[in-house]
């Protein structure tokens, strides 16, 4: 990962466009955990856009919530091309291999945008199946246009009914672009972070997610 993170501040200088988190090696993607009971209130996903680079990094969080209606615990999913500079250049043009086995160093970056939503166990399910095939293919592709980490994304948000974005847009687009689908009908949103993109080659800052990880 921090391989890769010297390889955004690279695509982002040649190509002015970059953003999507990577991991160098590939393992086999663990299948989510099944629910807990719910009797606390149900369950949530979160859909955030991490800040690195120009375009951002889309990715879910998911998990319980306490009686509160707090995230009491939380696991994660994305997609991300897997290599090095050269591979993630060449994803901007053509299908490069990709990844869906979390990356915890994406927790490291601030969270630019989010829009949290509340699960029944009913739709807590149906999210559990989506990120099982979503992650099923063993020989997944990344590329910057075709099926980045916003396709990713938005196959979960169709999985529990919502609305998600057809057109390309970067991920600090795509996050507010999905709540503004959807904020018509019962949700829970975070406020978007006062922050702009960090430049191409500046030092990601420290990191800001204090959801509980399971």
Avoid at 8 to 17: N, P, Q, R, T
Wanted: aromatic letters at 10%; charged letters at 15%.
């Amino acid at each position: 990962m921090r391989n890769y993170f010297s390889a955004i501040a690279g695509v982002a200088a040649c190509l002015l466009s970059v953003g999507f988190s990577a991991t160098a090696t590939a393992q086999t993607p663990a299948e989510p955990a099944k629910p807990a009971a719910a009797s606390d209130g149900g369950y949530y996903i979160d859909f955030r856009v991490a800040q690195i680079g120009a375009y951002g990094h889309s990715y879910v969080a998911y998990g319980r919530l306490n009686g509160n209606g707090k995230p009491a615990s939380a696991q994660y999913a994305d997609l991300h091309p897997r290599g090095n500079y050269a591979v993630m250049a060449l994803g901007h043009v053509l299908p490069v291999p990709a990844n869906t086995v979390w990356d915890p160093d994406v927790l490291k970056l601030p969270v630019a945008s989010s829009y949290r939503r509340r699960l029944s166990a009913s739709d807590y399910q149906k999210l559990l199946a989506a990120i099982k095939r979503a992650n099923a293919n063993k020989n997944p592709y990344w590329n910057a246009i075709s099926n980045n980490c916003n396709h990713y994304v938005a196959e979960l948000a169709r999985a529990i009914g919502l609305k998600a974005p057809n057109d390309f847009q970067v991920s600090y687009a795509f996050i507010p672009a999905l709540r503004a689908m959807n904020e018509g009908t019962q949700s829970e949103t975070r406020p978007e972070a006062k922050r702009k993109p960090a430049p191409a080659g500046a030092r990601a800052p420290a990191a800001t997610d204090q959801t509980p990880r399971s």
